[in-house]
């Protein structure tokens, strides 16, 4: 072999030796990034937020209240008869002493003309009686009756004043009756319903309207101590909002424009007892509620995830609501600098709809997970995405 094939054959082994070369460093950095995106593919995913100083006001969430009126009652008729007059509607404001209603009971004027005729009767014989014992009284003197027959007179004039007297009570009570025909308003109020039309026949006892006043209503709920304080100050005024899409069936003449479907409702509220007082200590307290409902929008019932909301803020170290689990034991998911979980317990104060306060577990700074942590355990390493930060969100601490 001449020096020309040696040359060319030592080329040849050189340019496979660097190809190989070549081709093992291809593979390695590529099998490194392959390696590298198995490994983030791996990572799961989560949606986090950070704990941050906000202004907050507390909201109570009550899943079902009770509302009931300061007064109702039912303005009874006190005969029976039929209804020739109804002057008032559903919705009427009334006054005290103003007429509601008539009735008619045919029955009435011919036994007041019946007793009128007692009366006369009774008079008459009242009058033959007088002039008897008058007559026997001159005649006694001369001997010219018995004393026995005086007596008789005595008591038949005695017996006839009383007969007339009666009479005279039968009548009055009828007349009493027959004024029983026309039935006023008991108290100032509003017309809540009429259970009766006209030309109906009622008895008597019966109802004919329902007044009562909607301008307050009250609400009783039991509450824990600690709840309570979530809303401190409370000689303040609150909230109470009702949600939309509440289906209304009216009761009463409230003041709703239509039964249907209505949209978010807001009235004011106030705190108006508390048993036991907040001095003494006790785990649960009665709480009676005030609520202004002047426009007569709302009446008594029973309302659907209604909320109580403070009007006064409060600066708290918050996270999103949905980022505390738990019921008894309350804890939250933190992400590590190293992106992996951990479990935190904490202690929360006061809320509103989207955020709690964090009084214990947490500083300033922590990101929190908020979903994403279906099947993840503790120790998990997790790719976070930061929700974008709210208006009110700061970072100045207290």
Known sequence: MNNRNIMLVLIAVILLVGSLVGYGLYVNVTSSAHVEKLAAAQYSRVIGARAVYR???PVLEIPALYLQSTWMLDVNVKLEGTVSRLH?????QVKAGQLIGELVNDELPAQILQAEGKINEAKANLVKYNNTLA????????AGISKQQLDEAIANQAAGSAM?????????????????????APRDGDILKLYTK???????????VMIGDFATLSARENMRQEVLEKLL??????????PENRTISKSYASNYRQEGTL????????LDKINPPLEVAAPYRSVVWQVENAGGLLEPGTYYRAKIYGTKKRRALTVPRKAVTGKTTLKTFVIAADGRLAERSVRTGIQDDEYVEITD???EGDIVALTGLEGLQPGAKVQVVLESAPKNQTSEGK
């Open 263 to 270: 949209g978010e409702l807001s009235f004011v509220i106030r």
């Open 361 to 363: 577990g947490l500083q």
């Open 233 to 242: 100050p409370l000689d303040s005024a609150f909230q109470l909002v009702l």
């Open 55 to 57: 202004d907050i006001a």
């Open 135 to 142: 007559r026997y009284q001159s005649l006694v003197n001369a």
């Open 198 to 208: 006209e030309g109906a026949f009622m008895r008597a006892g019966e109802a004919m």
């Open 88 to 92: 008032v509607n559903p919705g009427d």
């Open 164 to 184: 007339v007297m009666s009479a005279e009570a039968t009548r009055d009570q009828l007349l009493s009756r027959l004024a029983g025909q026309k039935i006023f």
